[in-house]
């Protein structure tokens, strides 16, 4: 089998452009709806967090509640590793934003531990009071909420800036 790494492609300003793009959309999209949902991103998203649960449930039951959140974060971590290894900074940026938009949706979901106003998919139990629960931190349920936010956000912010410093350092106007 082949070696899958590759040396890196070079970045062009219309994939820069493009990673900027998601981003800003990414923000536009939850500011308009009220409620920090990308409508078609986030559909995806809740998707493969609640494939999670039963696929972690194989193997142990009481860890599939970590499998929501081990899941959705490991899916857009996988990605961004897949394009790194191939050196394509720009789907690695991507894939960046995108593991950020979901810490976003964590720490939303961390946030709501204690006031369980969240709509639950089925009605089922709230991942994170059990988890912080188990944890014995259920009262710093926002506090721990809004440090996973600020990693999301400075992640959603430094994935398209590092392929813009990625295009800049190799392109011909330096």
């Given at each position: 089998?082949?070696d899958?790494?590759?040396?890196?492609k070079?970045?062009r300003l219309?994939?820069?452009l493009?990673?900027?793009l998601?981003?800003?959309?990414i923000?536009?999209?939850?500011?308009r709806s009220?409620?920090?949902w990308?409508?078609?991103?986030d559909?995806?998203?809740?998707?493969?967090?609640?494939?999670?649960?039963?696929?972690?449930?194989?193997?142990s039951?009481?860890?599939?509640v970590?499998?929501g959140?081990?899941?959705?974060?490991?899916?857009?971590?996988?990605?961004?590793v897949?394009?790194?290894?191939r050196?394509?900074?720009?789907?690695?940026a991507?894939?960046?934003?995108w593991?950020?938009?979901n810490?976003?949706?964590?720490?939303?979901y961390?946030?709501?531990?204690?006031a369980?106003?969240?709509p639950?998919?089925?009605?089922?139990?709230?991942?994170?009071?059990?988890?912080?629960n188990?944890?014995?931190?259920?009262a710093?349920?926002?506090?721990?909420?809004g440090?996973i936010?600020?990693?999301?956000?400075?992640l959603?912010?430094?994935a398209?800036?590092?392929v813009?410093?990625?295009?800049?350092?190799?392109s011909e106007?330096?």
């Amino acid at each position: 089998m082949a070696d899958e790494s590759a040396s890196p492609k070079p970045v062009r300003l219309t994939g820069v452009l493009g990673v900027w793009l998601f981003f800003a959309a990414i923000v536009v999209l939850r500011l308009r709806s009220g409620e920090d949902w990308v409508p078609i991103l986030d559909s995806a998203n809740l998707v493969i967090h609640e494939a999670g649960h039963p696929l972690v449930g194989l193997f142990s039951s009481r860890l599939s509640v970590y499998g929501g959140a081990l899941f959705q974060l490991l899916f857009p971590l996988l990605v961004v590793v897949h394009f790194l290894r191939r050196g394509e900074g720009v789907g690695a940026a991507v894939g960046g934003v995108w593991l950020g938009e979901n810490l976003l949706n964590v720490a939303r979901y961390m946030a709501d531990a204690r006031a369980q106003v969240l709509p639950l998919v089925g009605g089922g139990h709230h991942d994170w009071a059990e988890i912080f629960n188990r944890w014995d931190v259920l009262a710093a349920d926002t506090t721990i909420a809004g440090l996973i936010a600020f990693f999301g956000w400075a992640l959603m912010l430094a994935a398209p800036a590092w392929v813009t410093w990625v295009w800049w350092r190799d392109s011909e106007y330096t």
